[in-house]
C-alpha cells in the first residue's frame, strides 16, 4: 500500500522533493485549501449554473458509443467537488456580477485538474488514517469503501438498476403507500427523470441544430450575406452550448410536468428530493473537507436548485445508486408502512437471487426456504447426525433460503435485503462493523452452518423431523447475496476476516444481486460457474487478488487470469501418486501467490452491454470464458442432457490453464488416430491434483471391429483400479472411437476405501506405481503481471 500510494503521489506531481507520503498527507489541510480557493477564485463572478453545466459537458460523456472506462480521464465526482464550493457561496450569482463577462468555459481545464488533485489528496488521507488502524482492523475496509462511495458513479448497470426497483416499489407491488408517504409513486418517478434527460436533451439538439444550421448558410452564401438576425440565432445557440449552457440546461418544474404529464405538485416533490439548494453562505474549505471524509451532502441529491424554481443536473439522473436508500429512509419512521415494504424486499431479494442462480447452475433449486434443525450452542454438531434421536433437545429450527443439488455438488444459498446504513457510508468505522456482521456476517454464517452439517453428517434433520439424504454430496460451496452494492465490502476478505465479521477459515462468495444478475447474463455453461465459485472462495486467491469491483474480478476469470498455483508442497502431500515438487514448482507457486491489484476490467462487458440496452449502435461480443475448443466440445457434450461428471468434472477441465489444454487436446487427438492407423484399443490418464481434490482422467478408443460394451469395459476397469491405486476422489472415463466420437462416459466419485479387490486388480493389470508416475498436470495460471490493468478505477458509466 504504501508503495501504491507513493508512486500515486509522485506521479501526480504533489510530492515535494525529499518529502515522504506521511509528510504529504500531513499537510493535505494546507494543499485543500489551496485548492478551493484556486476554484473560488475561478469562478467567483461566473453563473453557478453555467459552471455546472460546462463541468457535466467535461465530466460525463454525452454518448457512450466508442467510450472505454479504463481510457478515459473523465471525472463525474468533479462535478460534485466544484458544485459543493459554488453552493457555499449562498446564491447562484453573486450580486451586481456581469455573469457574460466571467467566462467560465475558459476555466473548465484547471478546475478539473484542482478537483483532481483535491479527490486524490482525499483518498490518500482516507487511507492514510485506515493505515494506522486507528478504529480496529475494519478501519482500512472504511476509509476504502469511502472512496468508493464518493467516486464511483453508475453502480449498476441501468437494465438492473431500473428492473430491481421496479420490482421493490411499483404500484402494482405496493400499491398507493410511497404516495401516501412521499406524495408521488415510483412510475411518477420514473416519468419525472426520463423528462429531465428528455428536455435537457431536446435543448441541446436543438442549439446544435440551429448552430449547424446557421454555419451550413454562412459556407453556402461564401461567408457572406446572412441576416443580422439569423447571426444572432447562431451566436446565441454557441453561447447555450459552449459558453453560458446554464440558462439552456436549467428546467422548472412546469417544464417538467408538461414533459412527463405528472401533476406538477408531484414534479416538484420529487425534484425537491433529489436536489440541494443555495442556502447560507458557508466556508467552501470546510464543506469540500466533509465531502472529502464520506460526510457527502450530495449522496442522495442530483440537481443543484437556485431558490427560484430553476433546476440543473449535475452528473447523474436522479436517483441513481441511491433511489431505495431515499425511499427506505422515508419509510423506516413509519413501523407499519415500514414492515409491508421490507416484506416485500425480501420476496424481491430471495426470489431474484434463486431466479439467476437457476440459470447460472442450469437446474432449479432443490429446497427454497429450507427448514432444518441446526445444533443448540455448545452442541457438537456430529450429534444431529442421522442416527440422531430425539433430536428437539439438542438442536433448533432454523431456515436457508436456498439449497441446490446438482449430481454431487451443493449449493448453499443466504440472501440478505439490508441496506449499509448512511453512517457507514460516511466511514463510521463501528456503524460499518455493525452493518457488516448482521449482512455479510450472519449470511455467512447461516451459510457455512448448513455447508458444515452437510460436510459432517451427510444429511440433514428437517422441520417435519424426517432425514434428508446427502450422503452423495462431494463438494458443498455457499454463497452470500446482499442487495446492496458490495464495492470492496465484498471482495476484501482479508480484512472481513481480521474484523470477526467471517469467523470461519472457509469462505462464501460475498456478492450483490446486480452483479449475481450480470454474471448470470454473461456465463454460458453451470460448469464455468462452479468454477468461477470455486476461484472466488478458495483462500489463496481471495486473500492474493485485491479489487473494489466484482466486475473486475470476474473479467479476470474470463481472461484466465484470476488463478493462484497451488501449494505444490501440499498438493503433494495430500494425494498419493503427486511426485515431490522441484525447486522451479515453488518458484511458479511463490511468484504467483503474491498480492495483485486488479485494476479496471470492465470496458468489453460495459461494451456489450451498451449495446444490449439500446445506448449504443455499436454491436459488441459477449465476454466469454477463454477454453481450448476441444475441451469446449467434451465440456458441451457432457452438459447436453446431463451426462455423469457433467458438473463437477467439466469445471475441473475448464480449470486447466491454457498449455495444459493444448495438451489434452493433442493427447486425445494421437491417440484416435493410432487406433484408427492400428485397430487397437489406447488409453490414457490424465491427473489434475489441486486446491480442490483429485480429479483423473481417462480417456480410451474404440477400434471399428471391437464391440462398443467390450470398448467401455475394458476403459472402466483400467480406470476403476487407476483411480483406487493413487486415490483420487472422482474420475471421468470418455471412450472414442476411431473417428473421434464420443461413444460412452463413466464418471466415479466413490470415496477411497480399503478394497482388496481393487489391489489385486491393479495388480494383474501391472499399474505403474504411484511413484514412478509424472507429475500431474497443472493449471496453469497465465499472469502476464502483478499489477493488472493499471488503468486508474474511477466508475461504472450506465
Known sequence: MESTFQSMATALGNLRPGESLDDFVARGPEVIRDHVEAIVSAIQEADAFDVIELMRLRETPMVLDGYRESLSDQLPTAVEVVALILLARGARVSAATDVKAAQPSKVIPELHNHARALLTMGQFMLLSAGKAEKFGPLTTLAATYVGHEINVKFKQYAHIHDGLNEALFSSKHLGTLLLEVFGYTYEDFVHVRDAIRSVYLDRFFAARDILGDVVQEWEAGSRSGQSTERTEQGRAAVYDLMFYPGERASFTATDIADASSVPKDRVERILDHFSLSFGAETDPVTAVESFLSGDNTLRNAALIADGAGNYVTMNVPIGTDCFRQVIEAGLKSQSGRWRRYEKRRVTVSEQFSVEYLTKLLGADATHVNLKYFRPNPEVDPVQLASTAINITSIAEQTESDALFLIEDVAVCVEVKGRSVSHQARGGHVQRLTGDLKSTVGEATDQALRLEGLIRTNGGLWLEDKTWLDLSGVREVRSIAVCLDDMGP????????????????????????????????????????????????????????????????????????????????????????????????????????????????????????????????????????????????????????????????????????????????????????????????PHSLFVAFAGAWGYPTLFVGTQPSAMPQATASRRLATYGTSKKHQVKSDRALMVLFDHRGSIRSVRYDNTPFGDRQDLDALGDALGLLPPEFMARPIPPSARRATKRLNAGQKKRRRR
Open 489 to 680: 465490502l465484498g471482495t476484501a476478505l482479508d480484512e472481513l476476516v481480521r474484523g470477526n465479521v467471517i469467523k470461519s477459515d472457509r469462505f462464501p462468495w460475498i456478492v450483490s444481486l446486480h452483479d449475481l444478475a450480470i454474471i448470470a447474463e454473461v456465463l454460458d455453461r453451470p460448469a464455468e460457474f462452479l468454477l468461477y465459485l470455486r476461484r472466488r472462495t478458495e483462500s489463496e486467491v481471495s486473500l492474493k487478488f485485491w479489487a473494489i469491483d466484482e466486475l473486475d474480478l470476474f473479467m479476470l476469470f474470463l481472461s484466465g487470469q484470476l488463478y493462484v498455483e497451488p501449494d505444490p508442497d501440499r498438493v503433494s502431500e495430500e494425494f498419493l501418486g503427486v511426485r515431490r515438487p522441484s525447486g522451479g514448482d515453488r518458484r511458479r507457486y511463490r511468484s504467483s501467490a503474491v498480492p495483485t491489484r486488479v485494476m479496471t476490467h470492465t470496458d468489453p462487458l460495459d461494451a456489450w452491454v451498451y449495446h444490449q440496452e439500446g445506448s449504443v449502435e455499436e454491436p459488441a461480443s459477449k465476454p466469454a470464458f477463454e477454453v481450448h475448443p476441444a475441451v469446449l466440445n467434451l465440456v458441451d457434450f457432457l452438459q447436453d442432457g446431463k451426462k455423469p461428471g457433467w458438473f463437477r468434472f467439466s469445471a475441473d477441465l475448464l480449470n486447466l490453464g491454457g498449455e495444459a489444454q493444448e495438451k489434452l487436446a493433442r493427447d486425445i487427438q494421437t491417440l484416435i488416430t493410432k487406433t484408427k492407423n492400428d485397430g487397437q
